[in-house]
């Protein structure tokens, strides 16, 4: 069988688990820049606060309740993930991290329901936050369990298609939209209600290979897998990245050169890191930057493909690559709001002495200067484009500590 | 009629790229290989075809992860090995000394001088393992309306309470209707004194 392992509100549960008082109070937590509501707690929902909200938008009935504002502390909700993940592969056989906060497992045990739970109060003791369980033969109906149990506080956070009362989840599957499937988006359901198939039920009892005709191969699959025949295996191995992005809107507005320069070599940093932790290289990339699309008259935006004559994963050679598609592409006069690289035409890195480019003494470099970030900070080294505390960096009035990755910032007890 | 129908459309005799032009000088299938090892193959290809003997140029396969071996490296400059590589053993570390479930463990910083009696001073980074469950006399991280402590779970007859160990401190009972929480077991202490 499959489950489907979610944490509840995961960065409200993150930041609650070392702010104990936020505990029944209604909290948020923002996205870079503080620009939207990306994590609600439940109270926070039954404010009325909706997910993706602009937080200004939201800024009335957050004053009014007394909403608890966080900005977002990756550091801190990618170590929590890690935690999760490195449990859940101790409760399973087989493991698919599917994002930060969710994970497929394979499971065989004699009563789900109960594993389920096991599964629940083993992740809140050991690691500290809430989980939903979704169990089923399918992915895809894995999923739909798990949205039950996360709604419908009746099932105790635990739902399985095999042994919770069929009945109960027929009556569901009937209320249920079409829009709430995994892989199904508004304008797919759209499309779906225009043909009459307005629920889970409905597109569970349609021919699959009349859907198969009408839209494509990914929704008989869906038919299939809502019919407990699995389509989609679990994939522990995750297949090769196709592309690394690292861009950021700014906290405020650049209009100087070397603000610019810090924030590109600043993502080229960012981005060659992920590159080698995943042991891959790349020979292109694409710089852009654009204007604040919302207060500006005109939408500019500045976009340059650049090549590099062989795949490299080494970061000066990327820096230098970039820092030239800076030269080309960057005007004076524009205030900035957003730019970004992204690196493309990956490649797993073959063997080191024959395929670098740069040599094996500056692959050597590149993983010396990123043990010497790991040990100490990451801004300890940086390239000489890049300043401690850069104009661009990212606008965070409220963010919490990372308790569980800084010396510095642990959490105290008296 | 019959006449239009052949100035349009159909196959067209002697179109197309003549048999064995192509780069390998015969024909070719479409097989499916991994994007990323489609630049191996290639060279692969051209490897061979350029040496066209029976001599094949093998390619590195590509490492996903290196696994870490305990390397002898001894040099053996006469025929003597070491009589300490058969022996080698990895060194001490310190995170498998403290730290029993990687998970479910967290480092906290004590402020002040309530736990002095069980070794446990100011800027003390103690060792919280949340899987562990507590009892009496343990050391516990406890979290009261919001405020977390580190103190010794004792026990009377109205239920639990917090134990200081030091002298000046007053144990801490648990109201009713207060929050109250153990959030992990203390397990071990570290102090750095330079």
């Known amino acids: 069988m499959i489950a489907l392992v979610d944490v509840n509100n995961f960065y409200v549960s993150c930041e609650r688990l070392f702010n104990r008082s936020l ?180 597109l569970k009892t349609a021919n699959a290979k009349w859907m198969k005709q009408m839209f494509s191969i990914n929704i008989e699959r869906m038919v299939y897998e809502l019919n407990d025949i699995e389509c989609y295996p679990i994939e522990s191995i995750k297949p090769d990245q196709k592309q690394i992005v690292c861009s950021r809107s700014f906290g405020q507005k650049i209009n100087r050169y070397e603000d610019m320069a810090d924030a590109v070599a600043t993502f080229v940093q960012r981005a060659s890191i992920k590159l080698r932790k995943q042991r891959l290289t790349a020979k292109q990339m694409t710089l852009f930057m654009r204007n604040n699309l919302f207060s500006s008259k005109h939408r500019i935006q500045h976009v340059i493909r650049l090549q590099h004559y062989d795949y490299t994963d080494n970061h000066q050679q990327l820096l230098r690559l970039a820092m030239r598609g800076l030269e080309k592409i960057y005007h004076q006069g524009i205030d900035y709001h957003k730019a970004g690289i992204v690196l493309g035409d990956l490649r797993r890195s073959v063997n080191l002495n024959q395929d670098y480019s740069a040599g094996p003494q500056w692959h050597h470099l590149s993983n010396t200067i990123d043990a010497i970030r790991d040990k100490y900070d990451a801004n300890i080294i940086m390239s000489g484009w890049q300043s401690k505390d850069g104009k661009w960096n990212m606008k965070q009035s409220n963010k919490s500590f990372r308790f569980t990755t800084s010396w510095q910032e642990l959490l105290e007890a008296s | 009629m019959n006449n239009k129908k052949n100035q349009k459309g159909g196959a067209r005799k002697g179109a197309g790229r003549k048999k064995g032009s192509g780069l390998y000088a015969e024909s070719t299938k479409v097989v499916r290989i991994p994007i990323s090892r489609i630049g191996d193959v290639k060279s692969f290809l051209l490897s061979t075809k350029k040496t066209n003997s029976n001599v094949v140029n093998f390619i590195q396969p590509s490492v996903q992860k290196p696994v870490p071996i305990t390397l002898f490296s001894h040099k053996v400059p006469a025929g003597f090995p070491s009589p300490a590589d058969d022996h080698a053993e990895s060194r001490l570390d310190l995170n498998e000394y403290l730290i029993n479930q990687t998970e479910s463990t967290f480092f906290v910083r004590i402020k002040g001088d309530s736990m002095i009696d069980a070794g446990i001073l100011d800027n003390d980074i103690v060792i919280v393992d949340r899987s562990k469950s507590a009892a009496i006399n343990d050391i516990v991280l406890a979290s009261i309306d919001g405020e977390f402590t580190v103190k010794v779970l004792a026990k009377n007859n109205k239920g639990p309470y917090l134990m200081p160990a030091n002298k000046e401190f007053k144990p801490i009972h648990i109201e009713e209707g207060s929050q109250f929480e153990i959030w992990g077991v203390v397990t071990g202490s570290v102090r750095k004194f330079k």
Request: positive net charge; aromatic residues 8%.
């Open chain 1, 23 to 202: 505990e029944h109070a209604p909290v948020v937590v923002l996205s870079n820049n503080d620009g939207c509501i990306i994590s609600r707690s439940n109270e926070a929902k039954a404010l009325g606060i909706k997910m993706g909200m602009p937080f200004f938008q939201a800024q009335d009935l957050i004053k009014k309740n007394h909403v608890h504002v966080y900005s977002s502390n990756y550091p801190l909700y990618a170590d929590m993930s890690n935690r999760v993940m490195q449990l859940l592969a101790h409760l399973s056989q087989d493991q698919e991290i599917y994002s930060i906060d969710e994970s497929f497992l394979k499971i065989n045990q004699k009563n789900y329901l109960l594993y389920g739970q096991h599964i629940r109060t083993t992740v809140l003791k050991n690691v500290g936050l809430p989980v939903c369980v979704g169990i089923a033969k399918t992915k895809t109906l894995a999923k739909l369990a798990n949205y039950m149990a996360k709604k419908y506080p009746m099932f105790n956070g635990v739902v399985c298609f095999s042994e919770t009362n069929s009945k109960t989840l027929t009556k569901l599957m009937c209320e249920i939209s079409v829009g709430e499937l995994w892989g199904v988006g508004v304008r797919l359901k759209n499309r779906l209600n225009e043909l009459g198939i307005l629920t889970v039920h409905d």
